[in-house]
């Protein structure tokens, strides 16, 4: 295996796992490489059911293993909403803005204690042959009464890191790499690359 598919064309998503996969010494490509490659509907019901869908789809259309991760918010004073719709809370084409909006709108009045929250990230990397590996990554927090900082995308600027006393998006690429949901999935996912990569040195 020499190279991998990032079954995604959100480019913030793109940059930070390209940060966090790029000592594995493949070659990372993204779909802008693959024009053809269909778009997916994330349709499931769980973020486990959409990392899987993407990173399947994406690996038979292309031959290439592929790698999808899908990520929900669970916010425990909303019955665990926005959960696996978070990319679409306020609407099919909201935008990130609107997506905050929504949740600080809804947590208006709610005592800082009473805001905890959740996000999880799942990958999934199928490979062309059908073999599919799935990892996950939990990162615990408390939802902000407005929005602090101006790095990284999503929910970050209302996700309060307790332990760091920040906010997502007042951390560093490499801090947030170090800390988040996304990057704990991703390091269960390296390691299973590194075992199929030396498989396939092995094989070969």
Do not use: W
């Amino acid at each position: 295996m020499k190279e991998i598919i990032l079954a995604t064309r959100n480019r913030h998503k793109i940059e930070e796992l390209a940060a966090l996969l790029g000592d594995l010494g493949i070659r990372i490509r993204t779909l802008a490489d693959f024009p053809a490659a269909p778009e997916v509907e994330e349709d499931g019901t769980t973020c486990e059911a959409n990392a899987i869908k993407k990173s399947t789809t994406i690996a038979r259309a292309t031959g290439v293993t592929a790698l999808a991760d899908d990520t929900g918010l669970e916010v425990d004073a909303l019955g665990g909403r926005p959960g696996v719709f978070a990319a679409r809370y306020a609407g099919e084409h909201a935008t990130y803005e609107d997506n905050c909006r929504k949740i600080l709108k809804e947590l208006s009045g709610v005592p800082a204690l009473k805001r905890t929250a959740r996000f999880l990230t799942v990958a999934a990397i199928a490979l062309p042959g059908g073999d599919v590996h799935v990892t996950q990554g939990i990162l615990e927090g408390l939802i902000t009464e407005a929005t602090i900082g101006h790095h990284g995308f999503g929910y970050d600027p209302v996700f309060l890191v307790p332990e760091l006393g920040r906010t997502l998006a007042e951390l560093t690429v490499e801090e947030k790499n170090r800390v988040s949901h996304r990057a704990r999935a991703f390091v269960q996912a390296k390691e299973i690359l590194r075992g199929i990569m030396c498989e396939s040195i092995v094989g070969a």
